[in-house]
């Protein structure tokens, strides 16, 4: 009965063991591009040929439809189609029509996508008309990915 007790002992060790090395993997992949950047870790990144998409007209009504479901929800969301990627960026809708969506650039970083886009609000902005209070861009680039990693790019610190 003792060597069946070591083994089961052994056995949940085991497990124990596989778990704690996938979260630790887990947590070093995760860290790989940090929510947050400074503006120079950013700039290091290597840019991404983009596209921003003009979305008063589409040729493709699969597109179309998923980019006026999804834009209303803030988010980030992607649509591979052949061998390019569209990339909603939304903040949904504002409540001051003086709110923009600045996008900082599209980066790839191993063989995925890193995003930056802020908010920002601007009191002497110029008279520019807008559909409605919702604030989106849509985004091409080239490659097929399954999904976008957004970052948050702050100023570089005053160390130097």
Do not use: C
């Not at 040729?59 to 189609?81: Q, S």
């Not at 390019?84 to 600045?102: A, C, P, Q, R």
């Amino acid at each position: 009965m003792k060597k069946h007790d070591k083994r089961w002992y052994l056995f949940v060790a085991g497990i124990i063991l596989i778990v704690v090395i996938g979260a630790f993997l887990w947590v070093i992949e995760s860290s790989q591009t940090k929510g947050t950047m400074t503006e120079q870790e950013f700039k290091g990144l290597t840019d991404k040929e983009m596209e921003i998409v003009d979305t008063s007209v589409f040729l493709d009504e699969e597109l179309k439809d998923w980019y006026y479901k999804n834009r209303k929800v803030a988010g980030e969301y992607t649509f591979p189609i052949d061998d390019s990627t569209y990339i909603l960026v939304s903040v949904g809708e504002v409540e001051d029509e003086n709110t923009f969506l600045l996008l900082n650039g599209v980066k790839e970083v191993k063989d995925k996508l890193v995003v930056s886009y802020e908010t920002q609000k601007m009191e002497n902005s110029p008279n520019i008309e807008f559909e409605d209070n919702i604030r989106s861009t849509l985004i091409k680039v080239e490659g097929n990915y399954q999904k976008v990693e957004v970052v948050q790019v702050v100023k570089n610190s005053s160390k130097s």
